[in-house]
């Protein structure tokens, strides 16, 4: 019968001390879910304006799923199209913010958002720190490419034609990577935004 009460004393006990830690965890979130919400919201912004240089304000359009952050000038005319790519890196998701022109037929700038690829290998698409001079080579290749007939990556070579980017050396994956989301996200975005007649 002891044996009994202290089993159920235990249960009881258990099940408050969740009762409460769940409790004190809920009245947090309700605090702290806001507040990164509006911080998300607001680097989503700020990035936005990295990646369509020249936009001062954003609309944010739903087409067909796809979320498209139109920005404008000072003047209200629009500078250009903004979309998150996503797709499988080497060991990683890899997400990446992608500018371009009003035509989609050239990116003007792209952002890196979230990657968990090779320390040392595939993080180099985002900071190359071999390369003393200038770390972020690999992304800044991607500024006001031409990608009206795709994107091609070489191997130890500079590229010579418009909509070429070269690969880095170790990181031939995440490199490819990169080039096959792109390539894949502007092909359908390109029709479904184009399509929508949104200016």
Known sequence: MKKM????????????????????????DSFTSKRIADFQKSEQVKSVQVVLPGSVTSESKMLDGVEF????DDAGKPVGVAFVATGAGFQSTIKVLVGMDPTMQTILAMKIMEQAETPGLGTKIVNDQTNKTNPGWFIKQFENLSVANGIS???????????????ITGATVSSAAVVNLLNASITSNREIFLKSGVK
């Open 69 to 72: 952050f139109i920005g404008k």
């Open 5 to 28: 009460n202290k089993s159920i004393y235990l249960v009881v006990v258990l099940t408050v001390t969740a009762a409460i830690s769940g409790g004190i965890l809920a009245y947090f």
């Open 153 to 167: 990556y070489l191997k130890g070579q500079k590229p010579s034609k418009p909509g070429e980017i070269q690969a």
